[in-house]
């Protein structure tokens, strides 16, 4: 299993935890994507189903350990939505209650993931309560969430909440460096474009969606300085043109940013000069009134069933020009 070394310290409180007195049968993981949340969780399930811990460590040789490793272990349960669907269903939930008030097959303890607990119906919470509020003896929640805010407040009374934090911007660009993830400045605008999350940068950075963000910068450097926004039309009509528009508005953001004097908010640092001849182009107010509409445009994409992207954004683009002109 790969593992992030600013997990380390959250690993140790919580295994010193749940080797004490002040363990808690049920945890709440909260993080943004590419923290490293679901290492940090598989990491204390190998523990919690070790049977010879060395301190903080598992033995890594026991018959559970081999289990985990494996992927086998019958006291390990992942739940998640079946195939074809996208909530985790109630009937998921009593099966699930079913084995866990039986006794653990290999003798020892019985813990739960939950890898995406948003995913839960509000039938299957309801049907969770109980046993979350009550569990049977020697039985563990480890439940993994982007927002807890979407969680019902019955679910979330019964854990005790750990909010996983990214590290800090100068220890994930050394890390980034250490994967050979890319220059200084396009890791500092990975990190910044992926929330400051390192794993999510480093995604971003090894794969073609790079380079299509670069196409989309370049683009919208051309479009503005020729003044005809709706060549950019080939470089957003994708099927990832919400992300694509995301990166525009963005850059868009980051020129009033740099015409305000707050070049260190920038977010794009590997586009200084673009931003810089942009912010030229017109006033701070015409590129956040671009900038709305663009947001606009990118919810419906979002939220509007059988949309015609294509009309939509050649709508939106045509808006700028006007708005240009």
């Known amino acids: ?182 220059d200084p400045d396009s890791l500092k605008t990975a990190l910044r474009l992926s929330n400051g999350a390192p794993i999510a940068a480093q995604q971003l950075l090894t794969s073609t969606v790079w380079r299509n963000r670069e196409e989309v910068c370049h683009g919208l450097d051309s479009a503005f300085t020729q003044r005809d926004l709706l060549s950019l039309l080939p470089a957003l009509n994708h099927n990832n043109a919400d992300e694509r528009i995301h990166w525009a508005i963005s850059l868009l953001l980051d020129v009033v940013k740099y015409q305000q004097r707050a070049a260190n908010f920038v977010v794009n640092q590997d586009c200084l000069s673009v931003i810089q001849r942009l912010a030229n182009l017109a006033s701070p107010q015409l590129f956040n009134c671009i900038a709305q509409n663009w947001l606009s445009c990118r919810y419906e994409l979002l939220t509007v069933v059988g949309v015609n992207q294509e009309l939509l954004l050649t709508n939106m683009l045509n808006q700028a020009d006007q708005l240009l002109a």
């Open 1 to 182: 299993m790969i593992w992030y070394p600013w997990l380390t310290p959250v690993y140790k409180q919580l295994v010193a935890q749940y080797a004490s007195d002040r363990k808690h049968h049920a945890l709440l993981f909260q993080s943004i994507v590419g923290c490293g949340d679901q290492q940090l969780v598989q990491a204390i399930g190998r523990w919690l189903m070790c049977q010879n811990p060395q301190g903080e460590k598992t033995c890594g040789i026991c018959h559970n350990c081999n289990l985990m490793k494996a992927g086998t272990h019958p006291d390990w349960h992942i739940v998640e939505p079946e195939k074809g669907k996208t909530a985790i269903g109630v009937d998921q939930i009593r099966l699930l209650m079913e084995v866990l008030y039986n006794h653990a097959q290999q003798g020892g303890v019985k813990a739960v993931w939950f890898p995406q607990c948003e995913q839960l119906s509000e039938a299957a919470a309801n049907a969770l309560l109980k046993t979350l509020e009550e569990p049977p003896a020697d039985t563990y929640f480890l439940l993994s969430c982007h927002d807890a805010s979407k969680l019902p407040a019955t679910i979330r009374s019964r854990c005790r909440l750990w909010v996983l934090n990214c590290p800090d911007e100068a220890f994930s660009i050394e890390w980034l460096k250490r994967q050979n993830a890319g």
